[in-house]
Structures are given as C-alpha cells and as structure tokens.
C-alpha cells in the first residue's frame, strides 16, 4: 500500500468513526444519551410554550375535610363546577359535603369524577348524586359494577373510546357494594343520558374559559395490566389543571407505577417541562407506594396537600414521602391537621386558605432533624 493510499485508507477510518459516534449521538444510544443543546437530536423536540394568558375571574380547589378520604371541589372561572371524589359511605361524610356545597351556593356539578372504585373516594358520590344537587357529565374509570343494576358497560349502552375497546376484550369487574351504588345513582338520574358517562383516558381534557385539565393517564394499555381489583388504584388519572400559569397535579389513590408511566410516556420523550406543578395533591393519602423521588424531581411541586384522616389506622402518611416532600423544602398540608384547605388562584396570585392553624411539616420535620 502507497503512502498515498494509508492516507486516503486513514481518512475513511476517520470519517466513519465519526459518521458513527454522530449517528450514536442523534439516536441517543447510550453512553452518548446526553444533549449538547445544539439541536440535533431525534425525537427530542421540546412543546412550543404557550404564553400566559391571565384570564379574568378566580379559580378556587377545596380540599374538603372528609376525614380518611378524598373529597375536592373545583370552582371555575366561568361558573361550572367538579366534584372529584366523595370520601366514604358515611351519612356525616354526606352531610359535611352537602353543607360545604350550600355554603358556597352551589347547586350545580356540571364535571362529577370519580377516580377510582375504593370506598373512601365513591362512598357517599351516590348520596351526593341523588340529593337536590344538579349532576351533568360524569368521569370514571373502565370498570364494571357487578352489583349494579344498571351498569353501562354490562348492559351494552356503554360510550366506550375505540382507543380502549380495542385493547381491553373484557374489563375488570368490581364487586363492591358502595361502587354500585355510585353506578346505580349515576345511571338512574331522570332524563340521564350514557354519552355524559365518560372513561377516564390519557389525553382526554375538560377546557373552559383560561382553565384546561388534562389527563395524563390511565393510557388504554394501562387499563390491560389491571386485572384485578387489587390494582385499581393506579387507574387514578394523574391529572393537571392549568390556569393563569398555575399548575396543579391531582392523583388520586395513583401509586409509584402510575407514576412511572407518566414519567416513561412524558419525560424519555423529552417533555419534561409539561409536568413541573405548582400544587401536588399526594397520591393515595401520602402511602409510602406513592410520591415517588423520582416523581417528585420531575414535577417539582412547591406545595402539597394531603388528603387524609386522624389517628387513621392504615397510619397514613407514611414517613417516606413526608421526609421526601420534607427534604425538597417542598411546604404540604394535612386535612388532618389544617381541616378544609382552599387554593385561590386569581390573577397572577396563588395562595392558601386553611381552616384550622397552619401547621407545615417542613418546619416540624425541620425542628426535628
């Protein structure tokens, strides 16, 4: 070989490598998944950022006190109204929500949605749906109530998404008494109509004037690995509600695999962005299963709330997540401790409401540590 020909033979050698390493790089193979910011990489196209509109009018959460339950009230800006849960099957339960909703005057819940089956988010709903309170369109999970009478899904009138009756041939059935009766006073309304039943599904929004929630899961696939009532919390949806700038994360009983899923479907696609919350309510009561780290370092709530009841014996929150909630600086609220908390947003403001004395973990869990 000429020396010519080692030159030109060098040359390719280098060329190649280099085709090679720059190929590695703009498909993310690793060790070469990092971004050096100049743009060229596949699938890593950031969401253009909308610019923040204020809108006129308030939007306010209540995380209503209904003891070891969820029960949260959303009022919008442009007058409707959701209920999201309504904590156990307990006639003082049904009275504390009957008379939060007087006292504000509401008679309407235009969006009523029930995240999941337990019995400490859809054990009064029933009694909520059937008293004087107006119920328009309902949220919930792709679930059967054998019990009930009137099931949509059993009995064929079910609106179901293609998206999910082409994944699930049969969906999970659940037998408890208190989910049937939610079904059952749901679906026995005067005048009710099955395409207000709608299934809970990734990407599904509810848009009003300046506000917009949308669902991050349960995707139709995750509806396929539920296949036992054991599993049915992670049929929350992982929701975020989006006004004036403001974010706020709803989660339901969601546990770590939830969370996972919406890490894996939104984070490794390089939207990470669309997820830092202001406000997280804690997924399931602040159970050691949920608010995960690596959750909670995508997100990056600077506050927290935690729906949850005294002395309660499943002994929740657990001290994992508070320590983590803790450590992040990351300021949270017990219903436990701080009784009914109310979120105003309006304008640009964000701030809190409690009933009873602020009582902030972060502060004891400083004094402790």
């Known amino acids: 070989m000429t020396k010519k020909q080692r030159k030109e ?30 743009g060229f990489k596949a699938n890593q196209a950031q969401p253009t950022k909308k610019p923040i509109v204020i809108a006129e009018g308030a939007l306010c959460v209540h995380f209503i006190d209904v003891g070891q339950g969820d029960c949260i009230l959303v009022t919008l800006p442009d007058g409707k109204n959701m209920m999201i849960d309504g904590g156990k099957r307990d006639s003082k339960i049904t009275a504390t929500i009957l008379d939060y909703l007087e006292e ?6 235009d969006y009523v949605m029930l995240t999941h089956a337990d019995e400490d ?16 369109e309902f949220y919930m999970p792709y679930l059967v109530a054998s019990k009930a009478q009137n099931d949509p899904i059993a009995n064929g009138n079910a609106i179901v998404p293609q998206e999910i009756s082409d994944a699930i041939a049969t969906p999970c059935e659940i037998d408890t008494d208190v989910f049937a009766s939610f079904v059952d006073a749901m679906t026995t309304e005067e005048g009710f109509a099955y395409e207000k039943v709608h299934y809970s599904l990734s990407g599904m929004t509810i848009e009003g004037e300046g506000y917009t929630f949308t669902l991050l899961s349960p995707s139709a696939l995750f509806y396929k690995k539920v296949t036992d009532s054991n599993a049915k919390n992670n049929l929350s949806p992982i929701m975020i509600l989006e006004f004036n700038g403001k974010r706020v994360m709803f989660t339901g009983d969601a546990e770590g695999i939830a969370e996972t899923y919406v890490l894996d479907s939104y984070v490794a696609n390089g939207f990470s962005d669309i997820i830092d919350v202001d406000v997280l309510k804690v997924g399931h009561h602040g159970s050691y299963s949920s608010c995960s780290q690596g959750f909670l370092n995508i997100i990056k709530p600077e506050y927290a709330v935690i729906s949850v009841g005294e002395g309660n014996t499943y002994k929740h929150p657990h001290s994992q997540p508070l320590q983590r909630l803790a450590a992040m600086s990351i300021t949270t609220y017990r219903t436990d401790h701080n009784g009914d908390i109310r979120l105003l947003i309006e304008g640009e403001g964000m701030t809190f409401d409690l009933q009873k004395t602020e009582v902030s973990f972060v502060e004891l869990y400083k004094r402790v540590a």
């Open 9 to 38: 033979f060098l040359s390719a050698i280098i060329l190649a490598v280099f085709l090679l390493l720059l190929a590695l790089y703009y498909f993310s193979v690793p060790p070469f998944d990092f971004d050096l910011g100049i």
């Open 104 to 109: 504000y005057g509401i008679e309407r819940l």
């Open 121 to 136: 988010h859809c054990g009064s709903l029933d009694d909520v749906i059937k008293s004087d309170v107006a119920c328009d």
